[in-house]
C-alpha cells in the first residue's frame, strides 16, 4: 500500500484503501479499453465476426458456418480491434487519467493474446457487461444470439447474460449493421408474394382488395408509412396504392409521379418513374402512375363481385388501433369536427364508384396473416428489442438522484439512434416516485429522481418498421429497501414462473394455473412484512395481473389475439405482470416481450438484467447523463 499505509499504521488508523486510485498499468489499460467499448459501442478484444452485414440479414447478429467450412473469398469481415476508434472515446466522469499513459493503448495482437490466456477473458465475472469473449463455443454463440432456448430452460436463453453483452453492443454499434437504407432490403420479393397468395386465397377469382398508403406528411417529421401497406408492398413512398387483383391473380402498385421539387428539397423518393426498380424490390407485377387511378379503378373493364378494403384505422407511427379508434371516436363525436376517418371515406368513396360491386372488409384476413410473424419479422423484433435492452441499461447507468426523468429517457434514445432505430416504438414513460408510477402510461417525463424512490422505465425503438416493449423499475439510489425489494422479487418470481412454461400447444390459462399452483409456497403470509404486501402477491398470482398482455409487432399494441386457442409458434407477446398495492399507491412490473419457437419460447430480452442484484449493480455503475455533466462542468 506503500508510504501512506505506512504512516496510517504509525498512527493506529486502519491503512487507507487505494485499489481505485493506484490501479498499475494493465489495469488502467484495461479500464481505459472497456469504457471505450461500453461507451463507443465497439469491443476491444481482437473478435472477428463473420458473415452477412448488410440490411437483408437484420436482426443476424452473428452469421455462424458450419465448423471446418471455408469462408467464401467476397464474404465481408468486421473485425473488432483494440485502440482507439474514430473521434475521442467518451469516459465516465471521475476516471479521466492525466499524464503519459493517458493516450497508450495496445496493439491489437498483443491485445488478443493476453486475452486469450487471461482465464478472466475465458470465465468473465458477473456484470462485466462491456468484455467480448473470443473462444466461446460456436454452439454457445448461436443459442445465445440466435435465442434457441425453449421451454427446458425456462424460457431464458441467456442464463448468465452479462458476459455477452460486450459482444452484443458491438455487433448492435458497428457501421455495416446499422447502415441507412434508402429502400428497405429486409424482405425479399418472395416474401411479398407469399403474403399476396394468402390475401388471393382469402378474396376468391371474383374479387379484388386495394389497400391505401399513408398521405404525404403536413410538417417536417420523419415520414413513415402505414404498417398494413409496408406489409404488403414494402414501398415508403406516401399517396401509393396496392391493387391485388384474386381474378388474374397479379398484384400492381400504384406510385405517384415523380416530384422533382420534392426530390431537390429532400432526395430520391421512389415513383411511378422507377417502375423496373420497384419490381425488383417488391415483385409486383405491375408499377403504375397514380394518375392511372380513373372512376373505373379498382375493378377495371371486367367485372367483380366484391372489392376489399381495410375497414380498421391504420396504424403509423407510434400509434395501435385501439388508441386510432378512441382518437377517432373523440373526432366524430365533437360537434364541431366530426370528420371521418380515412378509411370510412375510402370506402364510402368506393360504393359511390363501384354502386354495383359490394364493399368487405380486408381486415380480419390481414389481422390473421400478421398474427403470426415471419422469421424475418421475427428477426427485426429481435433486434428493436436488444435495441430497448441496451436503452434500458445505459438509462439504469444513468440513475442517480438529482437526474431528470426526460435525461434518462435521452440516455435510452441515444442508444436508440446509434443502433439504426431512427424513430420510438411509443412515447417513453420513465415514471420516478409513487404518484407517477402509479400512472401506468405517465409520459411527461420532467420530474427530479429523488433518493429513496423507484424509477419505472417503459421505452423501446421502431426499427425498420417493428418493435418491441420492454419494463422494469429499479431504485434511485442503487440500492431497493426492504420493502421494495420483498414485492419487486415477487413479481419477477411469478415472470419467471409464466416463461418457464410458455410452448406451442398450450393456451395460456393452463400456463397461468401451472404458474398460480407452483407460486403457492411463495404466497405464504409470514413471508410477507405486511398484510397488505400478502394480499397484494396473492391478488397479483390469482388473477396473473395482465401477465398475459398485448401481442408485439408493426405496433406496440399489435394486430391479432393468441389467448383464445392453443399457443403456435410466430406468435409474439408482451409478457407484463403487474403489481398493486392500493394502501401505499405502489405499482411494479416486470415486462418482456417473448416469442412462442417450435420448442418452448424465446425471450427477446434475456440479457436484460432481471435479478435485483444485477439491477443493482449496473445502477452504481455511471452513465452517458454523468459523462455529459462531467463534459459540461470542465467547459465552465
Keep these: 500500500m506503500g508510504a501512506a499505509a505506512d504512516r496510517a499504521r504509525g498512527r493506529g488508523e486502519a491503512p487507507p484503501d487505494n485499489r481505485r486510485r493506484h490501479r498499475g498499468p494493465g489495469e488502467r489499460r484495461r479500464s481505459r479499453q472497456r469504457e471505450r467499448a461500453r461507451l463507443s459501442g465497439r469491443g476491444h478484444g481482437a473478435v472477428e465476426l463473420r458473415g452477412p452485414q448488410g440490411p437483408r440479414d437484420a436482426g443476424r447478429l452473428v452469421q455462424l458456418r458450419p465448423e471446418g467450412a471455408a469462408r467464401p473469398a467476397d464474404e465481408p469481415r468486421l473485425h473488432l480491434q483494440g485502440g482507439r476508434g474514430p473521434g475521442p472515446p467518451l469516459r465516465r466522469s471521475g476516471r479521466r487519467r492525466e499524464g503519459r499513459d493517458q493516450d497508450r493503448r495496445v496493439p491489437p495482437d498483443r491485445a488478443a493474446g493476453?486475452?486469450?490466456?487471461?482465464?478472466?477473458?475465458?470465465?468473465?465475472?458477473?456484470?462485466?457487461?462491456?468484455?467480448?469473449?473470443?473462444?466461446?463455443?460456436?454452439?454457445?454463440?448461436?443459442?445465445?444470439?440466435?435465442?434457441?432456448?425453449?421451454?427446458?430452460?425456462?424460457?431464458?436463453?441467456?442464463?448468465?447474460?452479462?458476459?455477452?453483452?460486450?459482444?452484443?453492443?458491438?455487433?448492435?454499434?458497428?457501421?455495416?449493421?446499422?447502415?441507412?437504407?434508402?429502400?428497405?432490403?429486409?424482405?425479399?420479393?418472395?416474401?411479398?408474394?407469399?403474403?399476396?397468395?394468402?390475401?388471393?386465397?382469402?378474396?376468391?377469382?371474383?374479387?379484388?382488395?386495394?389497400v391505401q398508403g399513408a398521405p404525404l406528411t403536413n410538417g417536417y417529421q420523419l415520414p413513415r408509412q402505414s404498417n398494413t401497406f409496408y406489409y404488403l408492398g414494402g414501398i415508403e413512398t406516401p399517396g401509393s396504392y396496392l391493387l391485388l387483383d384474386g381474378r388474374a391473380r397479379r398484384a400492381v402498385l400504384y406510385l405517384p409521379?415523380?416530384?422533382?421539387?420534392?426530390?431537390?428539397?429532400?432526395?430520391?423518393?421512389?415513383?411511378?418513374?422507377?417502375?423496373?426498380?420497384?419490381?425488383?424490390?417488391?415483385?409486383?407485377?405491375?408499377?403504375?402512375?397514380?394518375?392511372?387511378?380513373?372512376?373505373?379503378?379498382?375493378?377495371?373493364?371486367?367485372?367483380?363481385?366484391a372489392i376489399y378494403a381495410e375497414s380498421a384505422p391504420a396504424e403509423g407511427y407510434a400509434q395501435s388501433r385501439g388508441e386510432l379508434r378512441?382518437?377517432?371516436?373523440?373526432?366524430?363525436?365533437?360537434?364541431?369536427?366530426?370528420?371521418?376517418?380515412?378509411?370510412?371515406?375510402?370506402?364510402?368513396?368506393?360504393?359511390?364508384?363501384?354502386?354495383?360491386?359490394?364493399?368487405?372488409?380486408?381486415?380480419?384476413?390481414?389481422?390473421?396473416?400478421?398474427?403470426?410473424?415471419?422469421?424475418?419479422?421475427?428477426?427485426?423484433?429481435?433486434?428493436?428489442?436488444?435495441?430497448?435492452?441496451?436503452?434500458?441499461?445505459?438509462?439504469?447507468?444513468?440513475?442517480?438522484?438529482?437526474?431528470?426523468?426526460y435525461q434518462l429517457e435521452a440516455a435510452a434514445r441515444y442508444v436508440f439512434l446509434m443502433g439504426g432505430a431512427r424513430l420510438d416504438a411509443y412515447r417513453s414513460i420513465t415514471a420516478s416516485g409513487t404518484t407517477n408510477i402509479s400512472n401506468m402510461h405517465y409520459y411527461r417525463n420532467t420530474a427530479e429522481l429523488k433518493d429513496g424512490d423507484l424509477v419505472l422505465m417503459d421505452y423501446a425503438p421502431d426499427y425498420h418498421y417493428y418493435v418491441s416493449d420492454i419494463g422494469r423499475v429499479w431504485p434511485v439510489n442503487g440500492r431497493y429497501n426492504a420493502g421494495q425489494r420483498e414485492l419487486v422479487q415477487l413479481v419477477l418470481d411469478y415472470r419467471n414462473a409464466i416463461l418457464s412454461r410458455i410452448r406451442p400447444g398450450v393456451t395460456v390459462a393452463e400456463i397461468q394455473e401451472q404458474a398460480r399452483q407452483a407460486m403457492q409456497p411463495r404466497l405464504a403470509p409470514e413471508r410477507f412484512s405486511k398484510p397488505a404486501y400478502a394480499e397484494a402477491a396473492r391478488k397479483l398470482v390469482e388473477t396473473g395481473g395482465g401477465v398475459f398482455s398485448h401481442t408485439v409487432g408493426m405496433a406496440v399494441h399489435d394486430v391479432g389475439s393468441y389467448r383464445d386457442a392453443p399457443l403456435k409458434p410466430g406468435q409474439v407477446f408482451s409478457v407484463d405482470p403487474q403489481l398493486r398495492v392500493p394502501e401505499e399507491n405502489l405499482y411494479l412490473r416486470y415486462e418482456d416481450t417473448v416469442a412462442v419457437t417450435e420448442s418452448g419460447v424465446e425471450n427477446f430480452t434475456a440479457f436484460l438484467p432481471s435479478e435485483l442484484a444485477e439491477i443493482e449493480a449496473l445502477v452504481r455503475e455511471k452513465g452517458i447523463v454523468q459523462v455529459y455533466h462531467s463534459r459540461k462542468e470542465g467547459t465552465k
Design 257 to 305: 409521379p415523380r416530384n422533382e421539387r420534392l426530390e431537390r428539397a429532400e432526395g430520391k423518393v421512389l415513383s411511378a418513374e422507377d417502375a423496373d426498380r420497384v419490381k425488383a424490390l417488391t415483385g409486383a407485377d405491375d408499377v403504375l402512375s397514380t394518375a392511372a387511378l380513373t372512376e373505373r379503378w379498382p375493378v377495371g373493364d371486367g367485372n367483380a363481385q
Design 114 to 210: 493476453r486475452r486469450v490466456r487471461d482465464p478472466r477473458a475465458a470465465h468473465p465475472r458477473e456484470g462485466a457487461c462491456d468484455r467480448a469473449v473470443p473462444d466461446r463455443p460456436r454452439r454457445f454463440l448461436r443459442e445465445h444470439f440466435r435465442g434457441q432456448g425453449g421451454a427446458d430452460d425456462g424460457g431464458e436463453p441467456v442464463k448468465s447474460a452479462a458476459p455477452l453483452r460486450g459482444l452484443l453492443l458491438a455487433a448492435l454499434f458497428t457501421p455495416g449493421l446499422v447502415a441507412a437504407q434508402d429502400y428497405q432490403t429486409d424482405f425479399p420479393p418472395e416474401e411479398f408474394k407469399a403474403r399476396w397468395a394468402k390475401v388471393f386465397d382469402a378474396i376468391g377469382r371474383e374479387a379484388v382488395a386495394v
Design 326 to 405: 378512441s382518437a377517432d371516436a373523440a373526432i366524430a363525436a365533437d360537434y364541431w369536427d366530426g370528420r371521418l376517418p380515412r378509411e370510412s371515406r375510402f370506402t364510402e368513396l368506393l360504393r359511390a364508384r363501384q354502386p354495383r360491386v359490394a364493399i368487405k372488409d380486408l381486415t380480419p384476413t390481414l389481422d390473421a396473416m400478421r398474427a403470426v410473424k415471419s422469421p424475418r419479422e421475427i428477426a427485426l423484433i429481435r433486434r428493436a428489442s436488444q435495441l430497448a435492452g441496451l436503452g434500458l441499461m445505459e438509462a439504469m447507468r444513468s440513475t442517480e438522484p438529482g437526474v431528470i426523468e
